[in-house]
């Protein structure tokens, strides 16, 4: 299943919101991510992103957004997910 | 991949007007549990508006400003006294209190043992980072005998309170415990804690690197989440463990189900009772 | 115009009184923790809420949590009550300070027995007058008021739900246990008979509301919690937002609006009731049971040919200064007696600023202040 998924995410890490605790970089399976010299987080392999969430449920400060990469080029805006869409009473 | 896990669904729920970052250190997992709880809530789709969270005073107090719900921000360890307030006037809401660990089983220790007892329809979740935090770093009842802290210099000398027995105790309706780090099954149980009728408790494991792993034995804040992934053993496989395998481990899970109904709920069918009657 | 319609007489306490007051103010939530001597209160509110539409009775805990939940109540809504004696006020003072910071109106009644500490918990005192000024910390402003005969009880029930109402601010009502325990005649007011204020709802859309914006009374509007006005209420100073601030300019902001709400109203907040004060060269200032026997030293001193008057506080604070100003334009002795070491009578000097004389009687074992004794200082000129 991780197999199949890899390399099919865009990570954006915004740098303002990060604050470099490091828990995304050191429990990353893929080893995507890593502390740049200003230790901020900063995707280094994002093709190796197997996408198990990981460092987007962990980011204390909500600063890592994981999407899939073919929907975000089709648009080529940021995918903004609607809260609506989820919504299970829809 | 629909899974509601993402980062953007989180953005929706907080307020565009803060400043953010927040105001948590690094790697504090307050963030993590407050990220959870909205994503517990976005799982459930209620209605922001049909939210109001309830935060005590100190590092967790903190959490409430950040979300676009109802929130009160209330006073040290009286959050469940306002949450109670709040849910017999208007049932119909969905009240969620925030507290620390000497927010609820210190200065609030009473509240929390009769909001269990009375069986409120609040939940209650308990951020627990073994000390005060947001003062500087001195002892709470969770901070684990022998930690060293500002008012423990020497080694904490009390045994530290164990929530999830105290809840139980007092006859909470639901209690159960998971880790910031384990955050998926902690998602499921506030799920599962918001929807159930009564009172909830859940205890979040939550690390504090600056107030308290720092000075016990932890130098970074992934230190801390390394601990976590170690310490915390599922409900079932802890209980199959000796004594000994137990040492420095954290059961984590759901202890206790149940599906009484709330205080709020049961004051309703008494009043319509007592009115059907036509008074006396 | 129609004959006015025949009131209702009830025989009650003072406590029952108060009951009445509150559930024709509109009170539809009490919580509390029983004590001595206000627990009727409780009791017949646990009797009666019950069977009213949507009335809430709760019992807590302790005093703490009786003012987190009335308090919480206010915000979703409603108008709320809880009622204690001297031991119990001191454990509401925290949250009393967060009513006022957060701006939730609510009714505390404090059934004065005496203290310090458990104290005289039969035995009627006013020692909590400073207390309920000055007990919660911080620059503070506050509304206390007081009553000294069961119909007065219920009458400032009512008052003291819409001063809280309108001014979104904590009312305090002190009772003593003399008061609190007399059983008596009273009348019942028709609906009609009397204002009953509620606390003003925001009239925008939501995106456009400012929970603590300036309005011309100073007084924000106020949403029900869960009706689709999402704000921030906290006990930090906060800004127009409701958000916590450290700017110095917004605290200043916040701090002067909350006194000015009250200060610029003191007309409408000050109430007090004066007997032969025209002419009166003695002036008695009472509040409390002890205003009846003052009354009657008052009726006695005159028929002795001594020009005496009472000037009977019913808000105790804000300090009715100005109406202790016009009866300082002709009293030579203000006589100030009070079941206590002068709590009051320490208001009175600060606006007397040594103009007239002034004596104080002051009561601390537990024994009403009598008429007798009352008259003996009047006598004394």
């Known amino acids: 299943m991780a197999n199949k998924k890899k390399g099919k995410s865009k990570i954006t890490v915004y740098p303002d919101w990060c604050k470099g605790c490091g828990i995304c970089v050191e429990f990353c399976p893929g080893r995507v991510l890593e502390l740049s010299s200003q230790g901020k987080a900063t995707v280094v392999r994002e093709q190796d992103c197997i996408r198990c969430g990981f460092c987007e449920l962990h980011c204390p400060d909500f600063a890592i957004v994981v999407q899939d990469k073919d929907f975000v080029e089709a648009d080529k805006l940021p995918r903004r997910r609607s809260a609506k869409t989820t919504d299970k009473g829809e | 991949m629909n899974e509601i896990t993402g980062n953007e669904i989180i953005h929706q729920y907080l307020r565009h007007n803060k400043k953010f970052p927040h105001v948590l250190c690094a790697g504090c997992g307050h963030g993590i549990v407050l990220g959870t709880l909205i994503r517990a809530i976005h799982t459930l789709a209620i209605p922001k508006d049909d939210v109001v969270i309830v935060a005590g005073i100190g590092c967790s107090g903190r959490l409430a400003v950040y979300v676009d719900f109802n929130t009160v921000h209330t006073t040290h360890g009286r959050a469940l006294t306002f949450a109670t307030g709040i849910k017999m006037a208007n049932p119909k809401l969905n009240v969620i209190c925030i507290m620390g660990d000497g927010d609820a089983l210190s200065i609030g220790g009473n509240h929390l043992i009769h909001a269990a007892r009375r069986n409120i329809g609040v939940t209650a979740l308990i951020l627990n980072n073994n000390i005060y935090g947001m003062t500087g770093g001195q002892s709470s009842p969770a901070t684990p005998e022998g930690s060293t802290t500002m008012t423990n210099p020497y080694g904490q000398l009390d045994a530290s309170f164990d929530t999830v027995a105290l809840a139980r105790g007092a006859g909470a309706n639901y209690v159960a415990r998971g880790t910031v780090f384990h955050v998926k099954r902690l998602e499921k149980i506030m799920v599962e804690a918001i929807s159930r009728p009564g009172f909830s408790v859940v205890e979040a494991i939550t690390p504090c690197h600056t107030q308290y792993g720092r000075k016990n034995r932890y130098k970074t804040p992934v230190d801390m989440y390394k601990w976590l992934k170690k310490a915390a053993v599922p409900i079932d496989r802890y209980e199959e463990m000796t004594e000994e395998q137990r040492t420095d481990r954290l059961p984590i899970g759901v202890f206790v189900a149940e599906d009484r109904s709330g205080f709020e709920e049961r004051y309703l069918s008494l009043q319509a009772q007592m009115r059907a009657k036509g008074g006396k | ?381």
């Open chain 3, 1 to 381: 115009m129609a004959r006015p319609r025949k009131r209702k007489e009830i025989f009650a306490l003072g406590n029952e009184a108060v009951v009445e007051g509150a559930l024709l103010a509109g009170c539809s939530f009490y919580g509390g923790y029983p004590i001595t001597p206000s627990s009727e209160i409780m009791e017949i509110m646990a009797a009666r809420l019950p069977l009213t539409e949507d009335g809430v009775f709760i019992q807590l805990e302790d005093e703490i949590a009786s003012m987190g939940a009335i308090i919480g109540a206010s915000l979703a809504g409603r108008k709320v009550l809880t009622a204690t004696s001297g031991p119990g006020f001191s454990l509401m003072q925290e949250n009393l300070g967060y009513a006022i910071m957060a701006e939730t109106p609510m009714v505390l009644v404090n059934v004065m027995r005496g203290g310090p500490s458990t104290g005289l918990p039969t035995s009627p005192a006013q020692g909590d007058v400073q207390q309920a000024r000055w007990g919660t910390h911080g620059d503070h402003p506050i509304i206390v008021l007081s009553a000294s005969n069961v119909q007065e009880c219920l009458d400032m029930t009512i008052t003291a739900f819409n001063m809280a109402e309108k001014y979104r601010t904590p009312v305090i009502l002190l009772l003593d246990e003399v008061t609190a325990h007399t059983r008596e005649k009273i009348e019942i007011p028709n609906p009609g008979e009397f204002e009953v204020f509620s606390r003003t709802v925001p009239s925008m859309p939501p995106e456009w509301y400012k929970p603590y914006e300036e309005t011309v009374r100073g007084v924000p509007p106020m949403p029900p919690l869960g009706s689709g006005y999402r704000f921030h209420v906290t006990g930090l100073v906060h800004d127009r937002n409701g958000f916590p601030t450290q700017r110095p300019e917004e605290i200043v902001e916040l701090l002067e609006r909350l006194h000015r709400k009250i200060d610029q109203f003191f007309y409408d907040i000050q109430l007090v009731d004066t007997i032969e004060t025209a002419d009166a060269d003695v002036v008695v200032i009472a509040y409390g049971s002890v205003a009846r026997s003052a009354e009657l030293a008052v009726r006695q001193a005159r028929e002795n040919g001594v020009r005496a008057g009472l000037l009977k506080l019913k808000t105790l604070f804000p300090y009715p200064r100005r109406q202790t100003e016009k009866v300082l334009a002709h009293a030579r002795t203000l006589v100030v007696p009070e079941m206590n070491m002068g709590q009051m009578s320490r208001e009175v000097k600060r606006v007397n600023m040594g103009r007239a004389s002034v004596r104080t009687i002051n009561r601390i074992d537990g024994q009403i202040v009598t008429p007798s004794e009352i008259l003996k200082v009047i006598m004394q000129g």
